[in-house]
Every structure is written in structure tokens, then in C-alpha cells.
């Protein structure tokens, strides 16, 4: 006999309404708050503000937050040490709720000011936020000793599950993302990757063919099949070594060729969740009874429920919403960001930009000059860059005289390390008069050959 959905509804919620000890989540609390720290602590050192978004000409707003605009400089710095002050609320416990709506307010609008900024830690960082919004995560800390007086509560089981799947998904979504051919065939871009470590490193072994595809086979499996491991119980140490590894690893291998910032120390501050959720307080030699209430604990209601699964599968679907457009999606960037398409798209670029005058003289503009090196960078990846560019050089002519410019681009990739270079935009096309939609295909990107 088959079993109901409703019955495993039930079963489900049962699950979640579990009373478990809260020590693995305070002490992700208390880890995920120090990565907080260090985050806005280098911010504030490299001066992110100025250089990201006081210096920059143009702005490449988002669908949906167009309302989100830089504020007056000091503002901003003002918003700077709001930010590492909440980072130290969350992580000692003080006022928590707060400290963590405070960092996800200023977080969030830094990085939602320019779409030229986008970062997958970013985006976890800010979903690992509102997530905690929800969650009793202060109901344990380090120095908590079980008394009278500062009894330990059980919490839900909800509360540690929802952000261990939310991790399980980063994770197995990157994995599936690698299934395809460059990656697979053509050992791209780790090749690309590891030849360029070579370079700066002069660690020539990680040209060889057989060391590239240990990394990309290796890169693969961890993603995929490491999360699963850490989630059962028998299996859990070697998940914990795999992850850890991989971590340290990734930071060494990134850490002077690309972007990699605090992703490895944010991902070792998530391993904790996946321990049984007493494992910390025995660390730290406390006692294991806990306050709890006296009759059974009530089992979650549908509603809560239903929002949980709701939320789950949003997250695991969200990813592939490129599959709706036409196209290669490194190729086109539509459906790229909020996807954890992570270290998979290669482009090299070769980019110049023209105003055109009636005429049809061509002069050239070094839009490099207007943009941040990581604006800059993100150009050669994401093509919804080139319109705000467009119309930011067409209002600059006509400000000079010119009338009716027309915005160009010789603007040719070189994709994945095995496509020659080819256009990406006509460059007869006038760039300036082009957009894109959020739901909808560019039909101004070059079809990839």
C-alpha cells in the first residue's frame, strides 16, 4: 500500500517540529557572525565604498531595485561601521535579531547598489540573513552554563534543517551546473585556471592534462557528492575532511588569481550545522540537559510547513530558470546570477566602444576610465552591461554637440578557450537605443558559433 502525500506531509512536519539542542546552531551563530566581521572588516580596509561606489561613473542597476541608489558619501561610511558592529552583535548574541536586520539592511543595499558588483557569497551571505531573522540562533553561546537562572531551550529542529538545505542546495546546484561538456570534455576554465596559477606561482606541475582533470573531476564530486556525506550521521567525518580540504584548497588556488574573498571561510563556518546539534556543548564540556516544555512539543502546522517547502523549492528551481531562454547562458549571462554557476564560465575579451556621429566618423571612448576594475571585469561576462554603458556615452555626446551619436562596439569574445572569437553584439548595432528585460531573451546578443 502506497502512502499518502498527506501522510508524509505529517511526517515531515513531525520532523521539523523535533526539539533539539541548540548548541550547533549558536555556534554557527557565533562563526557566521566573525565571517561577517572580516568581510566588512575589508571592506572597510580596501575601501569598498570609494572605489566600488563613490568612483564609478555608472551604476548598473537591477530589475526590480532601481530604487536602490548610492547614498552621500559619509552616509555611506556611516553605513560602513553599522555594518561591523552588527557583525559583532550576531556573533556574541547581544541584541541578535537586530544585529542581524542592521547587517542584512546594509549588506544587502552595498551590493544591490550595482549589479557590476554581484558575487554568489554576496547573495548566500544575504539569504543566510534573512533565513536568521527566523531562527532562535541566540539560544545558545559558548559561555552558557545550564542553571536556574539562564536555562538552555530546546529549539525546533526547522530551524537548524532550513539552513542546512539551504547549503545542500548551493552545493548540489553548483555540482549539476558542471555537468556539461567544457567542463567535462574540455577540462574548462579549469585549464585556463590552473595555467594561470602556473604562472604566478611557477608551479609547473599544474599544467599537466592529469592535474587538470583531477581538479575538475575532484571539483565535480566534492560538490556533488561531499554534501551528502556530511548529512548522514555515518558517513559525516569524511564529508567533514572532503569539505575541509576543499576549502583550504580553493583558497589557494584563488586567492591571487580571482575572486574568491571570503567564500572558504563562509562555507567552514556552515560545516557546523551538519554535526548533531548537542556536538558543541560536549566540545566545550557543558551540560546536556536542557529546559523543555513539559507537555509534547506541538507538531509545525501545514501553513509553516507548506512555506518551508515552498521556500526549498523555489531555491532548488530558481537556478535553472536559464533553461527558458535560447542560447548558452555563460554566453548570453541571462539567468547566470542567483544561479551558483561558480568558477564554470570562461570569456576572454577584446572590447571598444565608439560613438558615432551622422557623419559615421568613429571615435573611440575608454570606457575602462568610467568603470571599477570589477565593473570592468563583470563586463566581459555579463552583456546587460552594455546598454546602461551605451546610453551613459550617448548623454556625454550630446552634452559635446553631437548631434544624433549613434553608440558602437567592437566588442569580440573568445568563450570557453575553444571558440575563436566572435562578436557578441553587431557592431553595427546602436548600442545606446537596446535594453533587457527580466523575463524575456536579448535578441541584440550574437548567437554563439
Known sequence: MGISKSHLFHRFSVYLSKPVHPSSLGLFRILFGF?????????????????????????????????????PDPIMQILMWMTIVASIMITTGFLYRLGVGLFLIGFSYLWLIDKGLFNNH??????????LLFIRADAWNISNKTNKKKPIYYI?????????????????????????????????????????KADISGFEFLRNTAIVAFFSYGGLIIDILSIFLIWWKRTRTIGIVLLIGFNFLNFWLFWNIGEIGIFPLLLLSCIVLFLQPDTPARWFGQQLAVSSPSEKPPTLSRLPSAIIISYLAFQLLFPFRHLLYPGHVDWTGEGQRFAWRMKIMLKEADIDFFIKDNDGNKYPVEVAKMLSPKQYNNLTYYPDLIPPIARALKKEALKKGITNPQVVADFEVKFMGIHPKQAIVSPNTDL??????????????????
Open 122 to 131: 554576496y547573495y548566500l551571505i544575504t539569504l543566510l540573513l534573512v533565513l
Open 35 to 71: 565571517t561577517l566581521f572580516v568581510q566588512t572588516a575589508y571592506f572597510i580596509a580596501t575601501d569598498f565604498v570609494q572605489t566600488h561606489i563613490t568612483e564609478p561613473i555608472i551604476h548598473f542597476q537591477y530589475h526590480f531595485f532601481q530604487f536602490v541608489v548610492p547614498l
Open 156 to 196: 525546533f529542529n526547522w530551524q537548524i534543517f532550513i539552513l542546512k538545505a539551504q547549503i545542500f542546495i548551493v552545493f548540489f546546484v553548483a555540482g549539476i551546473h558542471k555537468l556539461n561538456p567544457y567542463w567535462l570534455i574540455h577540462l574548462q576554465p579549469m585549464d585556463y585556471i590552473l595555467n594561470a
Open 432 to 449: 545606446s537605443r537596446v535594453s533587457n528585460h527580466p523575463f524575456f531573451h536579448s535578441k541584440w546578443i550574437e548567437e554563439l558559433e
